[in-house]
């Protein structure tokens, strides 16, 4: 394994004091404000199917608890016109569809509170609840600007809805969650309790994909956005940010991994490559932005798991399962979509628009959105790499 490592504090300091996100990070050149050690977590590499022993060990305090504080309370609309705002064509949003129930929530929330409390209600096709709706389900919507991921889970616990906010620490530089009831602390990455009553317990993930607003709503007519608070209220009550300015401007370029952490840093790609990560029967395979471009479509398997992966126009990554009625399909690309067996399949619904197959949906196989590569790596450090010569 060709490994370095990085320093994530240095020159990062201004970043986060713009952020609001990460208000110590200014000390770490001369301090590591570790919390722990603490014992492995039980289960070991079977939470969520990752291919490392999670452990609480190496928690560091990026931010006061709240600090970023976690949205409980979203509103929606069909734009953000009500808001005297815009948002624009080529901003990206984290998209949700269950049942034809689709959600947009936009990076320029999420970079700045990192969480959402939803509630997904059953609609009808004139857009209300249907009388014979007796609940909806609960969502956590996850965003970690430091890692590139987005997850998303049910956030129902042992039978209990959870409410989660951002506790301000950071585990292998990624977003650590808690849940208020328990006060167990999460880690968004493998989406796991790591520590705290609830150690070890997993979370249900959801699918969802990364798209630009536009190639959203074009798939997704009916979508609602999540409006920016404080339409939208924050488990702090009222709070409102900059939406219009991103943050963490320049650091998906730099080779800087995270705030106050350093790290040995699986080199084989440049640390914040974006990649899809899937993994089947023990084998996992990350596929990079660059070299799936260049093949336009990637029919593959992972262990046993037939998939096919592609990069949408705005440089996104989609994964799904090429099987469709029992029988692995070998796809080819015309423009947005994907193409097999008489059918076409557009790139961010993945539900097929014509031919025999029509209205059949693939499934994704990815529990997280694409992300950086030094985080999948952290995750699966015996991870293959599509397209790779040192794969």
């Not at 006061?64 to 901003?91: C, H, M, N, R, Y």
């Not at 977003?175 to 989406?191: I, K, N």
Request: aromatic content about 8%; glycine content about 12%; hydrophobic content about 35%.
């Amino acid at each position: 394994m060709n490994r370095r490592r990085f320093l994530g504090a240095v020159g990062l300091a201004g970043l986060a004091a713009s952020a609001g996100c990460y208000e110590h990070v200014r000390h770490w050149n001369e301090r590591s404000d570790v919390v722990g050690p603490q014992p492995p977590l039980s289960g070991g590499d079977s939470a969520n199917d990752a291919d490392v022993s999670l452990s609480s060990n190496g928690l560091h305090r990026g931010a006061a608890k709240d600090g970023i504080p976690a949205i409980t309370d979203p509103v929606f609309a069909t734009d953000w016109s009500s808001v005297g705002q815009t948002l624009g064509e080529e901003e990206l949003v984290v998209g949700i569809d269950i049942g034809g129930d689709a959600r947009a929530y936009p990076l320029a929330i999420l970079n700045w509170h990192e969480a959402v409390n939803d509630v997904f209600e059953p609609r009808s096709t004139d857009g209300r609840t249907p009388a014979d709706a007796a609940f909806g389900r609960p969502l956590l919507v996850t965003y970690c600007p430091l890692c590139g991921s987005s997850v998303v889970t049910d956030r129902t616990v042992a039978g209990a809805v959870r409410t989660f906010g951002v506790s301000g620490l950071l585990w292998q530089s990624g977003l650590v969650l808690y849940d208020v009831e328990s006060e167990s602390l999460w880690s968004q990455l493998s989406a796991t309790a790591i520590r705290g009553p609830l150690t070890g317990t997993a979370l249900t993930r959801l699918p969802s994909t990364i798209a630009t607003w536009g190639e959203w709503r074009r798939e997704h007519p009916t979508t609602v956005v999540l409006l920016p608070p404080p339409a939208s209220d924050t488990v702090k009550g009222w709070q409102s940010r900059d939406y219009g300015r991103n943050p963490y401007v320049g650091y998906d370029r730099s080779e800087r991994v995270g705030v106050g952490d350093s790290r040995s840093v699986d080199e084989r790609l440049h640390p914040k490559t974006m990649v899809v990560g899937v993994t089947s029967g023990g084998a996992a395979c990350a596929y990079p932005l660059a070299s799936v471009e260049r093949r336009g479509v990637v029919n593959d398997t992972v262990g046993t798991l037939p998939v096919v992966v592609a990069a949408t126009r705005a440089g996104s990554l989609v994964a799904y399962d090429r099987r469709v009625g029992g029988r692995a399909l070998d796809f080819e690309r015309d423009g947005d979509e994907l193409v097999a067996g008489g059918s076409r399949w557009p790139l961010v619904s993945g539900r097929a628009v014509d031919g025999p197959h029509e209205g059949t949906r693939l499934t994704r196989v990815t529990g997280h959105s694409p992300l950086y590569w030094f985080a999948w790596a952290n995750l699966y450090p015996k991870t293959e790499i599509y397209g790779n010569i040192f794969g």
